[in-house]
């Protein structure tokens, strides 16, 4: 990506460092956990409930940051940047407001108004405080632990996290609340599916704007947002950590659905085409 001179956002809010504590489970286990409770935009009901009256209360390391760490956080603030610049115009044309969301750098653990959550549940949107929350030591993991390397990955992270928040701004979400409450688990999964999808889709909607107005991707980096899409579908991850696919257990969708959602996304520019929920097929 060609990022270096882009525009950084005002929008960061740095609490790394901070030293929140942090709920002990770490070790392999978060390893673990960061595989299964996989991948952004989990169900903040289910993960972020976390036991706090567990009895191994650790400090989330508060050393200042690295230089390399430094880089990664103007490089996000730059993404965030440019999502707010095309969400502000796509907003503009649907006669709506875009109202830009906050993104929360932190490190090991952080609370947010959906609750506590440790770096275990990688990266999320919290919907109340209209906050996306991002632990910089993730995109290490998708480089080498999900073998999704490049910046443009990371950016498709970032993307997929702020389609959460424009979901959250036309409704969608309530929506989708008050849908799940009278589902089976099987048809909530099939629902979150559909969440998730459409946030890939959003992503790759920004990206045709990125590269359109800002010229701001190269060659190479649609391949790289595809392969992250690819790394974190719910049949890879499952065969991965299971070694058994269950597809009634699903809320992200395969590989192939989510990189073929970002692709519509990308291809068209059009957040209209990014209807999940119309019944037609995955
Ligand atoms: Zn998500």
Redesign the pocket.
């Known amino acids: 990506m060609r990022w270096a001179g882009g525009r950084r956002s005002g929008n960061i809010e740095d609490r790394r460092g901070m030293g929140v504590p942090l709920v002990a489970g770490g070790g392999i286990g978060t390893v673990v956990l960061l595989v299964l409770a996989l ?3 989990f169900d903040p009901g289910v993960i972020l409930n976390t036991d706090t009256s567990s009895p191994s209360v650790t400090e989330a390391p508060s050393s200042s940051a690295s230089p390399s760490a430094d880089s990664q956080k103007d490089f996000v603030s730059v993404v965030l940047a440019d999502t707010e610049d095309t969400w502000a115009a796509l907003f503009r044309q649907m006669n709506r407001e875009y109202r830009v969301p906050k993104l929360v750098l932190f490190r090991g653990a952080v609370q947010s108004a959906c609750g506590m959550a440790g770096s275990a549940v990688g990266p999320f ?1 919290c919907p109340p405080d209209h906050k996306v929350y991002l632990d910089l030591d993730f995109f290490r993991a998708l480089s080498e632990r999900f073998r999704a390397p490049g910046d443009f990955a990371q950016a498709y992270v970032i993307a ?2 702020v389609g ?1 928040h424009v979901q959250a701004l036309l409704g969608v979400t309530d929506r989708v609340a008050a849908t799940r409450q009278r589902l089976s688990r099987a048809d909530a999964n099939a629902l979150s599916v559909r ?2 999808l459409q ?1 890939d889709c959003f992503a790759g909607v920004w990206a045709h704007h990125a590269t359109a107005s800002r010229q701001l991707l190269e060659e190479g980096d649609i391949d790289e947002g595809l392969r992250a899409a690819a790394a974190i579908g719910d049949d890879r991850l499952q065969a991965q950590t299971q070694g058994r696919v269950a597809p009634e257990s699903f809320t ?1 969708g395969t590989s192939e659905q989510r990189a073929r959602w970002f692709k519509r996304g990308f291809e068209t520019g059009e957040p209209r085409r990014c209807d999940t929920f119309g019944g037609a097929a995955l």
Do not use: N, R, T
Request: negative net charge; glycine residues 10%; charged residues 20%.
């Open positions: 991948f952004f935009g949107y997929h996290e959460h969440v998730e946030a992200h």
